[in-house]
């Protein structure tokens, strides 16, 4: 079935802005032809009366006539265009006056696409009957700005949401935040709207995943207000989402510190993965029992030094039954000391995984949404750490980890020196230059005081740094041997070989994280 034939003109004083939002795949999404545009305010007053559109999109602040003067015109022609203001201000004044004229809608620049094609599928609805149809609507983001707590004038914005079709009013309401797990399907808040009708609310999508709410406190119960909701969408199939409800606030003027506290419920879904519900009466008031202690990170250290799997999972199952407590803690405080931990636990072994992304500086453990795989993500990140220091530096890694190869400055030189020069063909002459002795007293000095010839620690260096490479999933092993200056695979496999007991590959299929 064709989609019905619907008109609309653009009109800024701005072409590029006009050849911009012509140039949309919107218009042919909703069956909607942009017939003309214009430049001025004058042009645009003449062509709606003129062609009679089903929409005009126009700007506030074009010559000749202002979109406001625009707007009143055409109210008193008892045109049926519904007029879309645009505005580069946030300003609620021109906010409330364009709602005043009626308005359908008033965003800001630059247009979000999203939100233009949200508002004019509301709007084409109601044009063709549709129920689900759109009532006048202010900008997303001044919405989200009211949500978020970032407006200093909140009185203006509860002013126009008061004087809209939403119907709410500046008295006790409350604020309710739907988090889907995929991007909204349309027709999801046609829905939501019409299973919670008898509420006075406004519903806005505030990104591709996520719908907030206002509601006017009834004396309904919030909880049974939402959970009507969440049943409707499933009685028509659609995604469920995880829902949370805010406190409820002595005015709409509060409505942030609703928000606030069910962005805070939201986080409770840690402690229940099968919740679907989540209000602000559960966040806990009681102070988190657990404090930080060096010697979680500790244990854990040992834990790994000695690559031991069983304790690594012991440790973090009494980490995080400690973290617990007996009063459940705000799920912030137990990713912030999650995230504690793990830099503690970074920070020791740093100079085993410096290169290496086995530690980010910020890990984001939020996408471990239980408690369950919050733990198991410990697990695996703490076993995987530990078989990467296995494999690289075997029973040395403790003695690599104290630094305490030699106080001696001559040995720690040539140490540095070897390091920082592993992927070369090292000579003793070099070796002998940078500490000012002969290549001879050099090489009788190493082995007297380390025990071990220059040359046998060299290559032990050598392949150490080729376990570390070798250990990265899918390295070329030819690569890796060119890179530490061998010039032939079989003697850098052979070499390896001498050292670890298995061949590069074998090392590979075995260690390869």
């Known amino acids: 079935m064709d989609k019905p034939y619907l008109t609309a003109i653009l009109a800024d004083d701005e072409p590029a802005i006009t050849e911009g ?10 069956g909607i032809n942009v017939i003309d545009t214009a430049s001025s305010g004058d042009k645009a007053l003449e062509k709606i009366l003129t062609l009679k559109p089903d929409f005009a999109i126009m700007d506030i602040m074009m010559p000749g006539m202002t979109g406001l003067e625009v707007l009143e015109k055409i109210e008193k022609a008892s045109i049926s265009t519904d007029i879309i203001i645009l505005s580069g201000y946030e300003r609620f004044d021109y906010a409330r006056k364009a709602l005043k004229f009626q308005a359908k809608a008033y965003l800001l620049k630059p ?55 939403e119907g709410l009013a500046d008295v006790p309401s409350y604020a309710v935040i739907f988090s889907f797990s995929a991007p909204v399907k349309e027709g999801t808040l046609s829905i ?5 009708s008898s509420e006075k609310h406004i519903f806005w999508n505030k990104d591709q995943k996520t719908i907030r709410g206002i509601f006017t406190f009834s004396g309904n ?16 199939g659609f995604p469920l989402p995880i829902v949370a409800i805010g406190n409820v606030t002595e005015n709409l003027s509060e409505i942030a510190s609703s928000f606030s506290r069910a962005s805070m419920a939201l986080s409770y879904r840690l402690y229940d993965e099968n919740g679907r519900i989540f209000s602000s009466d559960m966040i806990s008031l009681t102070p988190p029992e657990y404090k930080p202690a060096d010697e979680d990170a500790e244990i854990l250290v040992r834990n790994i030094l000695e690559n031991d799997e069983h304790g690594i999972e012991k440790s973090c199952g009494a980490f995080i039954d400690k973290l617990l407590g007996s009063a459940l803690p705000p799920p912030n405080y137990v990713y912030s000391v999650t995230s504690w931990l793990i830099r503690e636990t970074g920070k020791r072994l740093e100079p085993l995984i410096k290169d290496t992304d086995m530690i980010p500086s910020a890990p984001d453990i939020t996408r471990f949404s239980t408690i369950h795989s919050l733990k198991d993500g410990l697990i695996e990140m703490f076993s995987r750490i530990a078989r990467y220091i296995y494999a690289v530096y075997g029973s040395c890694a403790e003695k690599r980890l104290s630094g305490n190869d030699s106080d001696d400055q001559i040995i720690q030189k040539i140490n540095e020196y070897i390091d920082s020069h592993s992927e070369e063909q090292i000579r003793l002459e070099d070796i002998a230059d940078i500490v000012n002795l002969s290549p001879s007293y050099a090489a009788i000095y190493f082995r007297k005081k380390t025990g071990t010839t220059l040359r046998e620690f060299i290559l032990e260096r050598k392949m150490e740094d080729a376990r570390k490479l070798l250990a990265i999933k899918d390295s070329s092993v030819t690569d890796i041997a060119f890179r530490l200056g061998y010039h032939d695979y079989r003697s850098f496999s052979r070499a390896f070989k001498n050292i670890t007991g298995m061949t590069p590959s074998e090392f590979q299929d075995k260690f390869a994280l």
């Open 111 to 165: 247009v979000d696409t999203e939100e233009l094609r949200e508002t004019l599928s509301q709007l084409r609805a109601k044009r063709i009957g549709n129920p689900g149809g759109a009532n006048t609507r202010i900008s997303r983001t001044m919405l989200n700005d009211l949500a978020d707590g970032k407006l200093i004038d909140t009185g203006s914005v509860v002013t126009i949401l008061t004087a809209s079709a």
């Open 21 to 30: 939002l012509a140039s949309l795949s919107v218009w042919d999404e909703l």
């Open 221 to 236: 119960a919030p909880f049974a207000v939402v959970e009507s909701a969440v049943k409707a969408l499933e009685n028509h």
């Open 192 to 196: 939501l709207d019409e299973a919670v």
